[in-house]
């Protein structure tokens, strides 16, 4: 559906009623960074011609946002930019992290917004640039950077959300609590892979984008604030890809540390059962029905048997107990 519309000039909001009569108006019109801004969520396939029916898009840009699921990237195609960035959005009751994607076409005069999911809403966005005169007349393009400056802040949110679980997890594996099971790493780590698919592939259409060489901005300073927010970008990857290794070796010490606990108690159980056999084996030997055991014609045989068992029982505890069996 179609979120908001609205035409900025002279870096104030000004209503619009018809796209095609507000985009021919800007186009004769004297401020040189006015420009159109349509927000679309979820858009359906007659919604999304509608617009398309207007701006006249790019067959290719228009079959890739109506399909959604891209990899990050940055497509030119004649006099438009068309931008694909991956959204995420941290769950705090489940401590998952999930996934959509945000769309933008940046063209003369307009720039056009395509939301899947419900991670990064783009309201606040527009709120904070509309506020931003100075930064709204840069123009259409001083959209685009607001977006891809609110999903990597966003990516920067999420990276301290998984440093905390990390730090959690880490601290009760070394920690030797039991209750950490290796589902619960492992779980973690596709977080992280999930963050990483994110982020990574958009270090390179963000690189374009400041490069001077490459870049398709003709502003400056929007080079400028682009390689910010690519520094940022960085910065996060660097992070993930720690989290990434570190998430590996904690788990390799969990299950360490499982087959040390599992090698013990077999240890431990192996030294109950050496000591129970001894007086087994006497009891067993003594409870045979012989017509002619020694032994038994004693009053003290039945009392050194026992006292047997006992000396038996008690100098393979202290046996064990030395050796750390027990």
Request: charged residues 30%; proline residues 4%.
């Amino acid at each position: 559906m179609i979120v908001d519309q609205a035409i900025y000039r002279h870096g104030r909001r000004e209503p619009c009623s018809d796209l095609s009569d507000g985009l021919d108006e800007l186009r004769r019109g004297e401020d040189p960074h006015g420009f159109l801004w349509i927000g679309l969520k979820d858009p359906t396939d007659e919604e999304f011609a509608l617009v398309n029916e207007e701006l006249r898009l790019h067959p290719l840009a228009v079959e890739d946002a109506v399909k959604g699921r891209q990899r990050a990237k940055i497509e030119l195609y004649d006099n438009t930019i068309f931008v694909v960035v991956k959204t995420i959005r941290y769950v705090e009751e489940t401590s998952d992290i999930e996934t959509g994607e945000v769309m933008v076409f940046v063209g003369d005069r307009f720039v056009v917004t395509v939301r899947r999911g419900e991670a990064n809403p783009l309201a606040g966005v527009r709120r904070r640039l509309e506020d931003d005169r100075v930064n709204l007349e840069h123009g259409e393009i001083a959209v685009l950077h607001a977006v891809m400056d609110s999903i990597v802040d966003n990516y920067l949110r999420v990276d301290g959300e998984l440093q905390v679980d990390l730090e959690e997890i880490e601290e009760q594996v070394f920690s030797g609590a039991r209750e950490v099971d290796s589902g619960s790493i492992y779980r973690l780590k596709r977080e992280v892979l999930e963050f990483r698919r994110a982020a990574v592939p958009l270090a390179a259409p963000l690189s374009m984008l400041h490069d001077g060489t490459r870049s398709p901005l003709p502003d400056h300073e929007m080079r400028l604030l682009m390689r910010d927010v690519a520094d940022h970008l960085l910065r996060v990857i660097d992070h993930v890809e720690s989290y990434d290794r570190l998430l590996t070796d904690i788990l390799g010490a969990h299950l360490a540390q499982i087959s040390v606990q599992q090698n013990e108690d077999m240890r431990k159980i192996s030294a109950w059962v050496a000591i129970a056999a001894v007086p087994t084996m006497i009891a067993g030997i003594y409870g045979m029905n012989f017509h002619d055991m020694p032994e038994l014609s004693f009053s003290w045989g039945y009392p050194a048997a026992l006292l047997l068992m006992a000396a038996a029982c008690v100098s393979l505890y202290r046996a064990f107990r030395r050796s750390g069996w027990l």
